[in-house]
């Protein structure tokens, strides 16, 4: 192979979901920080959706490898399955042997499984894979499944991926019930041209270049309109032009090789095939939004002890957070300070400000002073959490001629004794 010849120690561009080479583009951390929000909130689902090739399964790979110990996950990809196959499926995922069990059997068992590892402090999550070809009838297993709960929280946490044809499904009428038990819903779309050059780069920085310029620098705009920033596409065309530049002795790869490359694959441009994965580049070029005192800019949603506690808009102005009644958002625990932080929102962004509080303010397992809040930040106080959710981006997104780069549905709802209180450690 061609490893030798450009100095690399792996394939850059295997298709394969290797979570090693996983590009994190800002709407890949999004949905990544929504599959990460199944286990600090215990109510609903979680439902990601993407294009094929757009790289979810990468991101479940990834998402499965940073788990905890104490979560046990039961992954389901054979998806075109009656009831029953299903229910056996995810009881094999859990180690059973329930082939020869009828339907009120796989049920108890479930039942009793989930019970007993919520007793022994242990987390499930049931993670379906290709969820677009589940049936109704699965469909409306899987909702009373969610259903299973102690006295004081439901046991398992369910994620569903899949093609857009998933979003179809679920928004049909005979989904009502389901849907209602959907709390965070997001679209995944493709790279836009910048993104797909960085995706490039890194895949080849992970595979050994060391910074060395092995595609040209006016290769990405060709790669970009042949492949629409479809991370798979993407691999495709990259390895197969490694390929052909090794084949001629080229210790780089330029536009030729490129273009012979295209014509190996028999592509057309992208956009003669479909605009249907086209990632939006930048803001539209209509009127920005007029932002008035009232205009939703982001939204935060708390959480404690893996239960959703509430959500709150933010509008222009800033939110104080704190343990006495004095505060916007209230919440009693004995790891908040009387005023612990503050988030300040404007029509550019929101800051993160800590006030001087006893146990500190948290983003990504680091104290932080002041920080700028990013889209899908997990803030951590105590032990609550809060989810950061910006939409000033989805709303300069928003173009008619386009799809959205991402979106989001919310479907759901502080709390904060003394300052002296020993400091907790971030979750």
């Known amino acids: 192979m061609y490893l030798e010849h450009f100095q690399l120690t792996e394939l850059p561009f295997r298709l394969s979901p290797d979570p090693a080479f996983l590009y994190l583009s800002k709407h890949h951390a999004r949905a990544k920080a929504y599959m990460e929000s199944t286990i600090w909130f215990t109510d609903g689902f979680v439902v990601i959706t993407g294009e094929i090739g757009s ?3 990468t991101l479940i790979e990834t998402f499965l490898r940073e788990l905890e110990k104490d979560v046990v996950v039961a992954q389901v990809a054979q998806t075109q399955v009656s009831p029953i196959e299903f229910l056996q499926s995810v009881l094999v995922q859990f180690g059973f042997s329930p082939f020869k069990m009828r339907k009120a059997e796989l049920l ?19 993670i379906v894979d290709e969820a677009q070809n589940l049936s109704n009838r699965v469909l409306e297993e899987i909702r009373l499944l969610s259903g299973v709960e102690t006295t004081k929280e439901k046991v398992l946490r369910i994620i569903l991926c899949g093609q857009p044809e998933l979003n179809e499904k679920l928004d049909s009428a005979e989904m009502v019930q389901l849907v209602q038990r959907v709390r965070l819903r997001f679209h995944l779309t493709a790279l836009s041209p910048e993104d797909t050059q960085a995706y490039v780069l890194h895949r080849l920085e992970v595979a050994g270049s060391h910074g060395r310029q092995i595609f040209a620098e006016d290769t990405y705009p060709v790669i970009y309109r042949y492949t629409g920033g479809v991370p798979r ?29 295209i014509e190996e694959l028999q592509w057309v441009e992208f956009a003669a095939r479909t605009n249907r994965l086209r990632a939006v580049t930048g803001p539209a070029p209509a009127a920005p939004v007029a932002v008035g005192p009232d ?14 506690v509430e959500e709150r808009p933010l509008r222009p102005g800033r939110l104080i957070i704190g343990r006495t009644v004095d505060n916007d958002l209230q919440i009693e625990n004995k790891f908040i300070s009387r005023h612990h932080c503050q988030i300040t929102t404007t029509a550019e962004g929101s800051v993160l400000e800590d006030l001087n509080s006893t146990n500190g303010v948290y983003v990504k397992s680091k104290r932080v002073r002041k920080h700028h809040l990013n ?39 502080g709390n904060g004794a003394d300052d002296e209180a020993p400091a907790a450690g971030a979750a």
């Open 233 to 261: 596409l993407i691999n495709t065309i990259c390895d197969t032009a490694l390929m052909g530049a090794y084949a001629l002795e080229r210790r780089s790869v330029g536009v030729a090789e490129l273009k012979a490359a």
């Open 108 to 126: 108890a068992t479930l039942n009793q499984f989930l019970v007993e590892q919520y007793a022994a402090g242990r987390k499930v999550l049931l």
């Open 375 to 413: 889209d899908g930040d997990v803030i951590v106080l105590g032990k609550h959490e809060i989810m950061y959710l910006d939409e000033r981006s989805a709303r300069a997104r928003a173009q008619p001629q386009h799809e959205p780069t991402g979106d989001h549905r919310i479907i759901g709802e």
């Open 295 to 308: 205009t939703v800019l982001a939204r935060i949603i708390v959480a404690h002890a893996g239960e959703h």
């Open 55 to 57: 790289g979810k399964t």
